[in-house]
C-alpha cells in the first residue's frame, strides 16, 4: 500500500477539496466524513474558518470534532476524508457516532479506507477515547466491513428518519493492536 497520511485541511488543498466534492457529485454518492465541505464548496476559507471553530469547540449546540484529508504521499492527492467528533450527544449518539468517512469514488476497493480509521483511532486514543462509536446505513457493506475489520461489535440497529442503521463500538486500543500488527510492520506511515 502507497504511503498515506492525515492532514488538516489547509489552503494549499482547496483545488483537491473541490475536485474530490465534484467526484462525489458526478458519481451521485453520498458524501460522508468531509465536515461539510460540501455545503462550503464556494467559500473554502470559510470552511476551514468553520473547522477550527469545531476542533476549538466552539460552536453553539454541536460537539468538538476534526476533520482530517487522506493524502497519498506519492502523488499528493486527496483521497479520502474523516470526520473525528470528540464526544457524542443524543442524536450522534443514535446516528453519526464519533467517525464519520469518505474514500473519492475512483480510489474505492483499495485498502484505503481501513487505514483511514486505523489513522483516526490513533488521533482517538491521542485524544484519551476509548471506546467509539461508529454508525452505518445497513446496506453499507463496504463500511459495516470496514468497522468489523477495526475490531467494531455490533451494538443494534434502529431505524432512524426512515433508513435502518447498524451502531458499532470499537475498543479503541485492541483495533490499534490489531491494526498495528497489520499496518506497522509494512512500514506504512
Not at 476559507?45 to 453553539?60: F, Q, S, V
Not at 431505524?159 to 497489520?182: C, H, M, N, P, T
Request: hydrophobic fraction near 30%.
Amino acid at each position: 500500500m502507497e504511503n498515506l497520511k492525515l492532514i488538516r485541511p489547509t489552503k494549499e488543498y482547496e483545488k483537491q477539496a473541490k475536485e474530490y466534492i465534484q467526484e462525489f457529485i458526478d458519481y451521485k454518492s453520498e458524501i460522508n466524513g468531509s465536515g461539510g465541505l460540501d455545503k462550503y464548496i464556494d467559500n473554502y476559507n470559510a470552511w476551514l474558518e468553520r473547522n477550527e471553530m469545531y476542533r476549538k469547540g466552539i460552536i453553539p449546540d454541536r460537539v468538538p470534532a476534526e476533520t482530517f484529508m487522506l493524502i497519498r504521499e506519492d502523488d499528493n492527492k486527496l483521497i479520502g476524508m474523516i470526520n473525528i467528533r470528540l464526544k457524542l450527544n443524543e442524536e450522534l449518539l443514535i446516528h453519526g457516532g464519533h467517525i464519520g468517512y469518505g474514500i473519492r469514488p475512483t480510489e474505492r476497493r483499495k485498502g484505503y479506507n481501513s487505514y483511514q480509521l486505523y489513522l483516526a483511532l490513533k488521533f482517538c486514543d491521542e485524544q484519551g477515547l476509548d471506546k467509539v462509536l461508529l454508525t452505518c446505513y445497513k446496506d453499507n457493506l463496504g463500511s459495516a466491513k470496514t468497522i468489523q475489520n477495526s475490531c467494531g461489535v455490533l451494538e443494534n440497529e434502529i431505524e432512524y428518519k426512515d433508513k435502518v442503521f447498524q451502531r458499532y463500538w470499537i475498543d479503541v486500543k485492541k483495533a490499534l493492536e490489531k491494526g498495528s500488527k497489520k499496518y506497522e510492520k509494512k512500514k506504512v506511515k
